[in-house]
C-alpha cells in the first residue's frame, strides 16, 4: 500500500472493542492520526489509546453517545480541533440486541435504530464541513452480510445494516462533487471475542476458509478505502466473509 495515509486525521466510532479497535489501531499503525471514540467502554478505549501509543502513534479519546446528534457535534468538533481536522470517518459503533421480532419494545427499537443508522447519517453530516475545506474525504461505514441475509435472531439489527447500505450509496452520490468518497464494507463473521471455542475451530461448511474472520481483516480493508489507490471507488459495498454469503 501506498504511503497516502501518513498524516492523515480519523474518527473512528466504536473503537473501544472489536472492529472499530482494529481498524484505529491499523490506520495508527500507517501513519493516520485517529480519535478513538467510544460511548461506554472506556477501559476499551484506553487499551486502544496504549496500543497505538506503543506502536508510536498519535491518537486522542473522545467519548460520545451517537444517537444523540448534539454529542456527535461536540465529539467532531473536538477531534477536528485536536487533530487538525478530519480527512477519514468510519462509521463502526453500533448496537445489536439479539431480540425476537415480538420481543422488541418501541424504545428498543428506536435505540438500534438512533445509533446504527441515524447515528451514522449524524456522524457523515459534521464531519462533511471539514471534509469539504479539503476538497478531499473517505467515509467508510461498517454494515453486515446481515444487510441483506436474514438473521432469524435480530430483525431490528438486520432492518439497520440494509439501511446502512442505501446510506452509503446516496451519500456517494450527494458528496462527490467535493472530493468525498462513502464505500461500504459488509463483514460476516468476526472474532471480536465473543465467539465460543468451538466457533473458532475450521468448519468449512460454514467458513469456506475454515476460520471466521478477525478485525484485522476488516482494518486491512479500512486502510485501503482510506487510501489514495481507491480515489475512484465511491458507493461501493464490499462483502468480507471468507464466501461465507455463498454457501
Given at each position: 500500500?501506498?504511503?497516502?495515509?501518513?498524516?492523515?486525521?480519523?474518527?473512528?466510532?466504536?473503537?473501544?472493542?472489536?472492529?472499530?479497535?482494529g481498524i484505529a489501531i491499523e490506520l495508527a499503525s500507517r501513519g493516520v492520526k485517529v480519535a478513538i471514540h467510544y460511548n461506554s467502554s472506556d477501559a476499551g478505549a484506553r487499551d486502544t489509546q496504549q496500543r497505538i501509543e506503543e506502536l508510536g502513534g498519535q491518537c486522542m479519546i473522545v467519548q460520545a453517545d451517537v444517537a444523540d446528534q448534539g454529542q456527535i457535534i461536540r465529539m467532531v468538533e473536538t477531534a477536528a480541533d485536536?487533530?487538525?481536522?478530519?480527512?477519514?470517518?468510519?462509521?463502526?459503533?453500533?448496537?445489536?440486541?439479539?431480540?425476537?421480532?415480538?420481543?422488541?419494545?418501541?424504545?428498543?427499537?428506536?435505540?438500534?435504530?438512533?445509533?446504527?443508522?441515524?447515528?451514522?447519517?449524524?456522524?457523515?453530516?459534521?464531519?462533511?464541513?471539514?471534509?469539504?475545506?479539503?476538497?478531499?474525504?473517505?467515509?467508510?461505514?461498517?454494515?453486515?452480510?446481515?444487510?441483506?441475509?436474514?438473521?432469524?435472531?435480530?430483525?431490528?439489527?438486520?432492518?439497520?445494516?440494509?439501511?446502512?447500505?442505501?446510506?452509503?450509496?446516496?451519500?456517494?452520490?450527494?458528496?462527490?462533487?467535493?472530493?468525498?468518497?462513502?464505500?461500504?464494507?459488509?463483514?460476516?463473521?468476526?472474532?471480536?471475542?465473543?465467539?465460543?471455542?468451538?466457533?473458532?475451530?475450521?468448519?468449512?461448511?460454514?467458513?469456506?476458509?475454515?476460520?471466521?474472520?478477525?478485525?484485522?481483516?476488516?482494518?486491512?480493508?479500512?486502510?485501503?478505502?482510506?487510501?489514495?489507490?481507491?480515489?475512484?471507488?465511491?458507493?461501493?459495498?464490499?462483502?468480507?466473509?471468507?464466501?461465507?454469503?455463498?454457501?
Open positions: 500500500m501506498s504511503d497516502s495515509l501518513i498524516g492523515k486525521s480519523a474518527l473512528v466510532t466504536g473503537a473501544g472493542t472489536g472492529i472499530g479497535k485536536e487533530l487538525g481536522g478530519i480527512d477519514i470517518l468510519v462509521n463502526n459503533a453500533a448496537l445489536q440486541l439479539n431480540i425476537q421480532w415480538f420481543e422488541y419494545t418501541e424504545e428498543q427499537y428506536d435505540r438500534v435504530m438512533n445509533i446504527n443508522l441515524k447515528g451514522y447519517w449524524q456522524c457523515t453530516q459534521a464531519v462533511i464541513p471539514y471534509m469539504k475545506q479539503r476538497n478531499f474525504g473517505r467515509i467508510i461505514n461498517i454494515s453486515s452480510v446481515h444487510g441483506k441475509r436474514p438473521t432469524d435472531f435480530d430483525a431490528v439489527y438486520c432492518m439497520s445494516k440494509g439501511g446502512i447500505k442505501m446510506l452509503g450509496r446516496e451519500s456517494a452520490l450527494e458528496l462527490a462533487r467535493y472530493g468525498i468518497t462513502v464505500n461500504t464494507i459488509a463483514p460476516g463473521a468476526i472474532d471480536v471475542g465473543k465467539f465460543k471455542a468451538s466457533h473458532r475451530e475450521p468448519n468449512r461448511k460454514k467458513f469456506p476458509l475454515g476460520r471466521v474472520g478477525l478485525p484485522a481483516d476488516v482494518a486491512a480493508l479500512a486502510c485501503y478505502i482510506a487510501s489514495d489507490e481507491t480515489s475512484f471507488m465511491t458507493g461501493a459495498t464490499i462483502r468480507l466473509d471468507g464466501a461465507g454469503m455463498l454457501i
